[in-house]
Antibody, heavy 120, light 113 residues
C-alpha cells in the first residue's frame, strides 16, 4: 500500500527556520514525482512545487520560488519542505502528495497534512 | 500560469438530487498529441486531505462511486454528482496538470439543502 506519512504539527516564531517531512512507503521512491500543496486557514489548495527524488529535479511555482526549499533523501525515502525564515503568513496546513513517473499527472495519494503555526 | 476558475462558489442540493460543478481554465488543457485533457477533480471533506476522484477529465479513480462523473474538454469542464448522498458534503477542486505550476481551482462547497 502506498503511504505518505507527514511529520507532526509545528508552532514557530517569525524568523525561525523549519523543515517538515513526508515519509513515503509502498512504492519505488526514486521513480515517482512528489509534491507539496499549501492550504491556508479556510482557503483553497495552492500548488507549491514538486521533486523527482531519482535525480532531485525540482520545479517550483513562481509564487513559492525563493520562499521555500523542496528536497528529498533517497536513503530514507523522505521528502522535505523547508523555510529559512518563517513569517506569520506561512501559517497553513501543508500536504505532500505523490504524482506519477510522469511529471504531468495528478496527485494521489496525499499525506495527512502538517499544520504549521507561526506566531509571536 | 494557467488560471482555474470554478462556479458556483457553493451550492446546496437535496439528498438524492444532482449537483453540478463547473471548472474553467484560462487556456486549453487538451494535449493534442494524445487527445487527453490534463484535468483532475478532488474531494476534500472537513479535517481531511483531498482525495482524487477523477483524472483525464472523465476517468473515475478506482473505488469512487459511479454517481461521480466528469465531462468537458479544452477549457470547460463539469463534475456531476448524481443522487447526492450525505457523505458527499465536501469542497470539490479541479486541477490542471497540463503545465506547471499545476494550479487548482478555488473550490466549490457542496452542502445538503
Amino acid at each position: 500500500e502506498v503511504q505518505l506519512v507527514q511529520s507532526g504539527a509545528e508552532v514557530k516564531k517569525p524568523g525561525e527556520s523549519l523543515k517538515i517531512s513526508c515519509k513515503a512507503s509502498g512504492y519505488s521512491f526514486t521513480s515517482y514525482w512528489i509534491g507539496w500543496v499549501r492550504q491556508m486557514p479556510g482557503k483553497g489548495l495552492e500548488w507549491m512545487g514538486i521533486i523527482y527524488p531519482g535525480d532531485s529535479d525540482t520545479r517550483y511555482s513562481p509564487s513559492f520560488q525563493g520562499q521555500v526549499t523542496i528536497s528529498a533523501d533517497k536513503s530514507i525515502t523522505t521528502a522535505y519542505l523547508q523555510w529559512s525564515s518563517l513569517k506569520a503568513a506561512d501559517t497553513a496546513m501543508y500536504y505532500c502528495a505523490r504524482v506519477s513517473r510522469e511529471l504531468t499527472r495528478w496527485f494521489d495519494p496525499w499525506g495527512q497534512g502538517t499544520l504549521v503555526t507561526v506566531s509571536s | 500560469d494557467i488560471v482555474m476558475t470554478q462556479s458556483p462558489d457553493s451550492l446546496a442540493v437535496s439528498l438524492g438530487e444532482r449537483a453540478t460543478i463547473n471548472c474553467k481554465s484560462s487556456q486549453s488543457v487538451l494535449y493534442t498529441s494524445d487527445n487527453k485533457n490534463y484535468l483532475a477533480w478532488y474531494q476534500q471533506k472537513p479535517g481531511q486531505p483531498p482525495k482524487l476522484l477523477i483524472y483525464w477529465a472523465s476517468t473515475r479513480e478506482s473505488g469512487v462511486p459511479d454517481r461521480f462523473s466528469g465531462s468537458g474538454s479544452g477549457t470547460d469542464f463539469t463534475l456531476t454528482i448524481n443522487s447526492l448522498q450525505a457523505e458527499d458534503v465536501a469542497v470539490y477542486y479541479c486541477q490542471q496538470y497540463y503545465s506547471p505550476p499545476f494550479t487548482f481551482g478555488p473550490g466549490t462547497k457542496v452542502d445538503i439543502k
